[in-house]
């Protein structure tokens, strides 16, 4: 039986209102949980350990996040992703046609209820 404890997920964010809720909410499943808030350190941190889903925001200091998903596409191509943005919203398709491998998209805000459900669909853990 698969379990979040198994998982480590790392939270990609800039905005520390957002990143503090998104820690207590994956901390409290049972999640190991990292966190970041550019595309230089999720690329550091993506090539330290072992993380198993990467929920990011796309619009984040010191460099575009844009340019992380071909490094992603690259270097870690098994690796399911997670966007929550406010910002392109049409980008969805876009991806797809790059060869980007992401698993979910959601526009800000998003239900915390519903982006912990995904990570569970993601990552096939079985339901509390």
């Given at each position: 039986m698969r379990k979040c404890s198994d998982f480590t997920i790392l939270l990609?964010?800039?905005n520390p209102g957002i990143k503090d809720l998104y820690v207590k909410a994956f901390g409290k499943e049972g999640y190991k949980v990292l966190t970041c808030d550019n595309?230089?350190?999720i690329m550091a941190e993506l090539n330290d350990g072992k993380v198993d889903l990467l929920v990011t925001d796309l619009e984040m200091p010191a460099a575009n996040t844009l340019e992380l998903f071909p490094f992603l596409k690259k270097e870690h191509p098994n690796l399911p992703v997670i966007i929550?943005?406010?910002h392109y919203v049409d980008l969805q398709q876009d991806f797809l046609a790059?060869?980007?491998k992401i698993a979910a998209f959601f526009n800000k805000p998003?239900?915390?209820a519903v982006l912990k459900a995904k990570a569970r669909?993601?990552?096939k853990i079985d339901a509390p």
């Open positions: 990609a964010e800039d595309a230089a350190s929550v943005t406010g790059r060869g980007y998003t239900d915390l669909e993601i990552l």
